[in-house]
């Protein structure tokens, strides 16, 4: 039981990528999915949340305009969906199920994490 995230890539500033979270073995549409990234050498940070069902979405104010997280149940997946990417946004990007129905932005809501995907964002 786990997610595999793929997309990921390097690219230029200004340049998009589309990351997709896959479910194996449970039926991805019954939770609510988290992405996060994590920098090297920085703490795990949220960047969008989406529900099960009706699909309420949730962003962190750096991401807010430039990306967005939607779902298709019937291919079990996750999207991130990234334009005008920064330097900034490079890190590692990974998927989760929130289990725990805490903050949306605490790693500690969440399980079933991915292996991660690198997003690489240099001139």
């Known amino acids: 039981l786990q997610l595999v995230e793929s997309g990921g890539g390097s690219v230029q500033p200004g340049g998009s990528l589309r990351l997709s979270c896959a479910s194996s073995?449970?039926?991805?549409?019954?939770?609510?999915v988290g992405w996060f990234r994590q920098a090297p050498g920085k703490e795990r940070e949220a960047v969008s949340w989406?529900?099960?069902?009706?699909?309420?979405?949730k962003y962190v104010d750096s991401v807010k305009g430039r990306f967005t997280t939607s779902r298709d149940n019937s291919k079990n997946t996750v999207y991130l969906h990234m334009n005008s990417l920064k330097p900034e946004d490079t890190a590692i990007y990974y998927c989760?199920?929130?289990?725990?129905?805490?903050?949306?932005?605490?790693?500690?809501?969440?399980?079933?994490w991915g292996q991660g995907t690198q997003v690489t964002v240099s001139a």
């Open positions: 989760a199920v929130d289990n725990q129905r805490k903050a949306w932005t605490d790693p500690g809501s969440y399980d079933r």
């Open positions: 989406i529900s099960q069902g009706n699909g309420g979405v």
């Open positions: 073995g449970f039926s991805l549409e019954n939770f609510a």
